[in-house]
């Protein structure tokens, strides 16, 4: 625990002297498998955007809501709160035929949607993709970042021509470098570096999937990008995204290396380096042609709140994504629903229980919200849409603890968060969980990005101090063997695939364990005066005081 805060260059806010042990609730894991198994049943059809599976859940969430007691705490329509904030957003689906090859020189070989390739619905505001014989140009991990001396680009005009990148950052294999290491920073996440190709007026780019650097396998790429695509509504879309967006497998790229007289590994580590410089994959042509249905819709985030019995202008808030990836590609087995038990059928099951139980209680001093976001699998949409077009002022919001993927299993020994950025929200956090004898494990996979992957990442870039919750791995019954076989068999077995699906044998104690702490942290902020910040080297510190005028 004391290794990650140990070093942080600012003071940890005094925590009070807590009775929360003594006096605090406990959350009963019976009430938490109930909300899971409905959330992930059959019939809530995964709970996509825009579904009848939507309606479904929204329906459940509010009634949950209502039973409680809480307030509506969404839009304000025609005098009144609502339950829910609308949130507008574009909605993009590959119709028809997909055709897909690869040209090299005069031989042609088709590419399967799925398999060798995941091609995403283009989201440029265009209704058809259709391109032939595009040249291919390797430009190593595509990043420019001139704060850190770094360009890929080299001047390459990339015009009319796909772009072949890596995931993850250039420091990833060796651990060291100008990046940090092996934490990912935002330019190795797969979003940036599709918008950086649109920047550069690129026909495409094609993402090389590698499992390690991804942090996930084959499958769950291919379930994410080849369903219904989403993303917040754009005056010009063409900005942010280039007509074809997608990834291959890396024994595809291997094959296109070959042809072109080139040897991958060999250039992959080559784009390790400063003086990487990009490379054209002679006589290797794409051509696709595909119709995109582009329509915009409306989701919904779905928000409760406590109103505060002294200062209810200032907020607690407590978030977690509703949705999951819906109905898609059939697994081996023929299951098209992916019904998102674990993620985030745990997180929603979290937030209704924990709002039930602040409403049985004295209100506190400042407000609290609970809010159960749309669109997370579609790239954090619903949290940026809320972060952009806030219900209640972000610079009165306290901070934010989001739940994402709690384990089902027993209790463990330990947390660890999404990232581990340096905040006093953590530092309470872990002040608080010290009285459960409950340790913090800086984020065991900073590689991953998992702080770009989770709802808390939209208000953070914008000074919230915000902290995605995750569940340990040392549990009580059988250490941190257990707990890494059950987090590798989930990622590798159940992640954004059909079998993500209810287990009735999941006990759900630690996830009752890990609420009474997450309890204490809110419940302590929302009856304090303390407004938590982050360290003064933290990106997002600034942003924070520059809202400091809001606080009063």
């Not at 009848?52 to 009144?80: R, S």
């Not at 990043?143 to 990148?165: M, T």
């Not at 991804?214 to 010009?236: C, H, I, L, P, Q």
């Not at 808030?317 to 059939?330: F, I, K, N, P, Q």
Request: net charge neutral.
């Amino acid at each position: 625990m004391e290794s990650a805060l140990k070093n942080a260059t600012f003071v940890p806010l005094l925590l009070a002297a807590s009775t929360a042990l003594a006096a605090g609730p406990a959350f009963e894991p019976q009430r938490l498998a109930s909300h899971v198994k409905v959330l992930s049943s059959d019939a809530l059809e995964g709970r996509a955007p825009n579904t009848p599976g939507e309606e479904k859940t929204v329906a459940y969430l509010i009634e949950q809501f209502q039973a409680a007691g809480l307030k509506p705490g969404g839009d304000v329509v025609d005098g009144k709160a609502s339950w829910t904030q609308k949130v507008p957003l574009g909605r993009f689906e590959i119709k028809g035929p997909l055709a897909l090859s690869l040209a090299n020189g005069d031989k042609s070989e088709p590419l399967a949607q799925g398999e060798q390739i995941a091609v995403r619905a283009a989201m440029n505001g265009e209704s058809k993709v259709d391109f032939k014989n595009a040249p291919l140009v390797f430009v190593g991990y595509g990043v420019s970042a001139p704060e850190r001396k770094w360009d890929d680009f080299k001047g390459v005009d990339l015009k009319g021509k796909l772009a072949v990148v890596l995931i993850n950052d250039p420091d990833f294999d060796t651990g060291k470098g100008a990046f940090g290491g092996k934490a990912m920073t935002y330019y190795g996440r797969w979003t940036y570096k599709f918008e950086e190709m649109a920047r550069r007026g690129a026909i495409g780019t094609l993402i090389v999937h590698e499992t390690a650097p991804a942090s996930y396998g084959w499958d769950t790429v291919k379930n994410s990008n080849t369903n219904v695509m989403y993303d917040v509504v754009r005056k010009e879309p063409a900005k942010s995204h280039a007509p074809m967006e997608a990834w291959i497998q890396r024994d595809l790229a291997t094959a296109l290396f070959k042809r072109a007289g080139l040897d991958f590994e060999a250039a992959r580590k080559q784009a390790r380096l400063r003086t990487f410089k990009p490379v054209e994959l002679k006589g290797q042509t794409l051509s696709a042609q595909y119709a995109v249905d582009a329509q915009v819709i409306n989701s919904n985030n779905v928000v409760a709140r406590i109103d505060g019995s002294e200062r209810p202008n200032q907020y607690v808030m407590y978030s977690g994504h509703w949705d999951h990836l819906g109905v898609g590609l059939a697994d081996a087995k023929g299951d098209t629903i992916y019904n998102g038990a674990v993620d985030n059928g745990t997180g929603i099951a979290a937030l209704l229980e924990m709002a039930r139980t602040y409403a049985g209680r004295p209100a506190p001093k400042r407000s609290v919200v609970f809010m159960a976001l749309t669109a997370e699998e579609r790239g954090l949409m619903g949290s940026e849409y809320y972060a952009a077009n806030p219900l209640y002022p972000l610079g009165s919001t306290v901070g934010v603890i989001n739940m994402d993927a709690l384990s089902p299993y027993g209790p463990a020994r330990n947390f660890s968060l999404s990232g581990s950025a340096k905040q006093d929200l953590l530092d309470r956090l872990v002040g608080t969980a010290k009285q459960w004898k409950v340790r913090f494990s800086p984020d065991p996979k900073p590689e991953a990005g998992h702080f770009f992957r989770s709802d808390h990442f939209p208000f953070a870039k914008r000074g919230v101090p915000a902290i995605s919750f995750q569940s340990g791995e040392d549990l009580v019954d059988g250490g941190v063997k257990a707990g890494a076989a059950h987090e590798e068999a989930y990622t590798t077995n159940n992640y954004h695939q059909p079998s993500d699906e209810f287990n009735p044998a999941w006990p759900f104690t630690g996830m009752a364990r890990d609420m009474e702490i997450l309890f204490a942290l809110g419940n302590d902020l929302a009856n304090s005066s303390d407004w938590p910040t982050w360290s003064k080297d933290s990106e997002f510190r600034a942003a924070r005081d520059a809202s400091a005028g809001e606080r009063k």
